[in-house]
């Protein structure tokens, strides 16, 4: 442990001072600037290897670890596009991108607030919630479950730039069309990952219930549904961002004013990428957020399971 933390000791500094020299002389530097970036990322490779191998036991190095690779890649994208001096048309760096956040907050927020709330998140529910009780349904008979499946694995392959121009002639311009996309997408991932879990129960279990004289609603409550736990999640997740991507692409076949979709659409035609990128940024932190609280939730919900264990 002492080799290693003297390890950490040095490449951290070390990465530290490289970034903040190739920043502060980044401007026009050519390839001088883009050798001292990459001299930072070889120091914060080195940071980020001593943190997974010698400190994976500790949770500050656990979360520190993904921190530092993430800040590794904003330096290495700021000193080589200001060294390089490539046109912010064709790449703005990280600071340009968050200027513009900072300045377009308002902006933002309301196209956040019609793509993500009104668009993903009301299709998800309604796709997701469908999708549970669908599943339920489809397991208690065979018929479906051998009928309805299959076609299901064939409407989800189906290409969401071929569909969502129709959802959206048929639903209208505003976001009902984009919440109709969304459940369209979500809907058999939820599907097909809840039966599975409903399946997971084993025979000895399934027959312990029928000799403690259990009706159906009892083996689903008390068994079968707390043994899909995992499958279902795994669909949640899956469609969370589903349900983000869906609302985005609709929006480029008809929207109202506002939206991350119709944003990103008419900024590209006008060069405008400073505010694409934004909106893309935003998307991330939006998704990320989203999958991220339903992962802790899974860990409250499913603690019992060996895959939330160690």
């Known amino acids: 442990m002492n080799a290693a933390a003297r390890s950490f000791g040095v490449s951290l500094p070390g990465f530290v001072l490289l970034s903040t020299l190739g920043l502060s002389l980044a401007d026009g530097s050519g390839l001088t600037g883009v050798a001292i970036a990459l001299a930072a990322v070889v120091m914060g490779w080195f ?3 001593a943190l ?3 400190f994976k036991t500790q949770r500050w190095a656990r979360l520190a670890a993904p921190i530092l690779l993430g800040v590794l890649i904003l330096v290495l994208w700021e000193v080589t596009v200001r060294a390089l001096e490539v046109p912010f048309v064709i790449l703005p760096p990280p600071s340009a991108i968050g200027s ?3 300045n377009s907050m308002p902006l933002l927020w309301a196209d956040m607030v019609q793509t993500v709330v009104k668009g993903a998140l009301s299709g998800y529910v309604m796709g997701c919630g469908a999708a549970f009780l669908t599943a339920i349904s489809v397991d208690r008979s065979p018929f479906l479950k051998r009928g309805l499946l299959p076609v299901g694995n064939f409407v989800a392959a189906l290409p969401i730039i071929g569909t969502a121009p129709i959802l959206v002639m ?3 311009f505003d976001w009902e069309s984009k919440a ?3 459940v369209a997408m979500v809907f058999f991932p939820m599907l097909v990952n809840t039966v599975a879990g409903l399946s997971e129960t084993t025979a000895m279990q399934r027959d312990l219930m029928h000799t403690y004289a259990a009706t159906y609603r009892q083996t689903l409550f008390k068994l ?3 043994a899909a736990m995992p499958f279902v999640f795994n669909g949640l997740k899956i469609s969370s961002t589903l349900a ?7 929006e480029f076949f008809g929207s109202p004013t506002l939206g991350m979709g119709f944003r990103i659409s008419t900024s590209v035609g006008q060069l405008a990428l400073n505010i694409v990128w934004a909106e893309i940024v935003v998307a991330a932190i939006v998704g990320s957020a989203f999958y991220g609280s339903l992962a802790m939730i899974e860990k409250g919900v499913t603690f019992w399971h060996p895959s939330q264990r160690g």
């Open 52 to 54: 997974a191998e010698h």
């Open 224 to 226: 079968r549904l707390p």
């Open 170 to 172: 048929w639903f209208g």
């Open 244 to 250: 983000l991507i869906g609302a985005i692409v609709a």
């Open 100 to 102: 513009k956040i900072t």
């Open 180 to 182: 109709a996309v969304v």
């Open 47 to 49: 940071t980020i290897r």
